[in-house]
């Protein structure tokens, strides 16, 4: 009777309010539309979390792309290359990662290492990429050794070299550096760390 009750009261007041008129104010900011409840909550950043190094790389369209662009996003920066055999084992896992969580704000970028300073051409990556129905943003060299420059950064930043490929590197939306991974990894194990940034 007491749970029938509570029902009644409940159903009135949800009756009451859906037919009251609600006065509307003009917002001064577009994030006033969601409550601090809804509003996506950034998980508490780990000690050892580094800013992530800017940089400036180009597509093979040859539009310039810069980290900070993607403020706001999280991002899975792979250092890879189309000659590594577990870089190719990754791929259809970053596939599947993109279409999955692409619109809860997840952004894959591979950057691109050629292999002894003979790059790929946009050409040649332009049909891998197809090949391997890769739809996330793959970045190259915009004159030469940029990719190289930008992993020997990311080394000094974490302080530890980054000498091999695959190397992966989870960037939070605010651009820190919340984890990495030397060699392939699957999706599972890229998502249950990718999961509270999503």
């Known amino acids: 009777m007491r749970f029938l ?3 009644l009261i409940l159903s009135a007041i949800s009756s009451f309010s859906c037919q009251t008129k609600q006065k509307v ?14 509003r996506k909550k950034q998980p508490e950043r780990p000690d050892y979390a580094i800013k992530a190094p800017d940089f400036e790389l180009r597509t093979i369209k040859g539009d310039i792309v810069k980290l900070s662009d993607l403020k706001g996003k999280v991002v899975l920066l792979n250092f890879w290359g189309t000659w590594c055999g577990p870089c190719l084992q ?8 993109y279409s999955k969580y692409n619109k809860k704000g997840l952004e894959i970028v591979g950057i691109t290492i050629p ?30 050794f940029e990719t190289q420059m930008v992993m020997i950064e990311y080394g000094q930043t974490i302080g530890r070299p980054l000498t091999g490929v695959p190397t992966t590197l ?7 550096i919340v984890r990495g991974y030397l060699g392939p990894r699957s999706e599972s194990v890229f998502y249950e760390d990718l999961k509270p940034y999503l």
């Open 115 to 144: 292999r002894s300073g003979t790059p790929d051409s946009d050409k040649y990556l332009k049909k891998f990429m197809k090949k391997w129905d890769m739809e996330y943003l793959i970045l190259k060299d915009i004159h030469g």
């Open 170 to 176: 989870i960037i939070d939306r605010e651009g820190y």
């Open 5 to 7: 009750n509570i029902f």
């Open 25 to 38: 104010r003009e917002l001064s900011e577009p994030q006033e539309l969601v409550s601090n409840d809804e």
């Open 90 to 97: 990754e791929i259809p896992d970053f596939n599947r990662l």
